[in-house]
């Protein structure tokens, strides 16, 4: 009987010590790094292209105007499940708020960054159902505008043994920005983050 | 014996200080790499490192200078310099403001990752994301590990 309340007894002091569930600080996160990337890395990576690029003086159009860009392959050859649409988008946003470009969404080398709307509804104006439509809302042809720039990329993984209990891992971001006409490449980055913890830690 | 010791060691540092030559500034030469001086060598360093450590001794800002780059954009650099001995790790964040003081949102605003090594001069650099960013606020907060 007394075993069996000592049990019971540890059973609810340990389910009292499960740690419980908080909304994370985004803003001044003071937690710990992982080896894996977190949103912390992906902000970091993000503010550190956005800020080369804009620095850079790429952007400006000679004659005024914006730059039409689209979004090419950001290719992930790291361990883990990363959507590079989550990077992408940080870095698109702050271009378009920059003021001196405009994304399309007509092309792009991600699912996540066109819209695939944009030919359906063209679709119907070309198929019999446009019948049902109001000729003059349909979309004309000729009326969707080419990118003229493309920012493309990569992000890269190396897993190194520091010593025996610790290992090493590195995250390459690259970017690059190319003109679609010429195929000339006016802008490239790499940032690198690294992160240095237990052998035992995973970062996949 | 115990002033001939003295007499040696009086010496001896003052052979190693006189190894000191002043050089160009723009070259920061860490301790243990350049010649020894008066103020830095075997005999002294692990005192004044003690002492450092005993005031708080930390990075402080020099100059901050601020232009608009020929896109429109404000630029931003901050020197400072490590005041302690060893590596100062810390994050930063810059919090671009327009021309009301209200606070332009931006991905950039980030916490980014730096660090000064000791004795050493540290820079940041920034770039705003919108030519309407007028003015900047930036926070630092040490690295733990």
């Known amino acids: ?18 740690p419980e569930t908080r909304n994370i600080d985004t803003i001044n996160d003071p937690g710990k790094p992982v080896m894996g990337l977190d949103y912390r890395d992906f902000d970091q990576a993000a503010s550190r292209m956005i800020q080369s ?33 989550q990077l ?24 996540a960054t066109s819209d695939s709307l944009i030919y359906d509804v063209r679709d119907i104006r070309d198929s019999d159902h446009a019948d049902e439509f109001n000729a003059d809302t349909l979309q004309a042809k ?5 990118p ?32 679609l006409t010429t195929g000339l490449r006016f802008w490239q980055n790499e940032t690198v983050i690294g992160k240095r913890g237990s052998n035992k830690s995973v970062s996949w | 014996m115990k002033i001939t010791l003295n007499i040696l060691l009086g010496v ?20 243990g790499l350049r010649s020894d001086s008066l103020g830095s060598n075997i005999i002294v360093r ?36 490590n005041k302690a ?21 931006s991905k950039a605003t980030a916490w980014l990752q730096n660090s000064a090594m000791g004795k050493s001069p540290w820079t940041i650099h920034a770039v705003a994301p919108g030519k309407n960013a007028a003015d900047f606020k930036i926070n630092t907060r040490k690295i733990k590990n």
């Open chain 1, 88 to 111: 992408m988008a940080k870095i698109e946003q702050d271009l378009m708020n920059s003021g001196k470009v405009v994304m399309t969404s007509a092309v792009g080398g991600q699912t």
């Open chain 2, 46 to 81: 692990p005192v004044g490192q003690v002492w450092s450590a005993l005031i708080g001794e930390g990075i402080e800002v020099k100059r901050i200078t601020s232009w608009t780059n020929k896109d429109g954009f404000m630029e931003l650099e901050v020197r400072g310099y």
């Open chain 1, 1 to 18: 009987m007394r075993h069996l309340l000592s049990l019971f007894v540890c059973t609810l002091v340990l389910a009292g010590c499960t």
């Open chain 2, 12 to 31: 001896v540092t003052l052979c190693a200080s006189s190894c000191y030559q002043p050089h160009d500034e723009r070259v920061n030469l860490q301790q």
């Open chain 1, 148 to 179: 003229e720039l493309s920012i493309s990329g990569k992000i890269i993984q190396r897993n190194i043994r520091y010593d025996n209990n610790r290992q090493q891992v590195e995250y390459y971001f690259q970017l690059q920005l190319t003109d």
């Open chain 1, 142 to 146: 000729g009326q969707l505008i080419a």
């Open chain 2, 85 to 105: 001995h060893g590596t100062k790790r810390f994050q930063y964040r810059v919090e671009w403001l327009d021309g009301s003081g209200g606070v332009i949102g």
């Open chain 1, 53 to 85: 690029l804009l620095g850079s003086g790429t952007l400006t159009k000679q004659g005024g105007g914006r730059y039409v860009v689209a979004t090419g392959r950001v290719i992930n050859d790291t361990m883990q499940r990363i959507d590079t649409a």
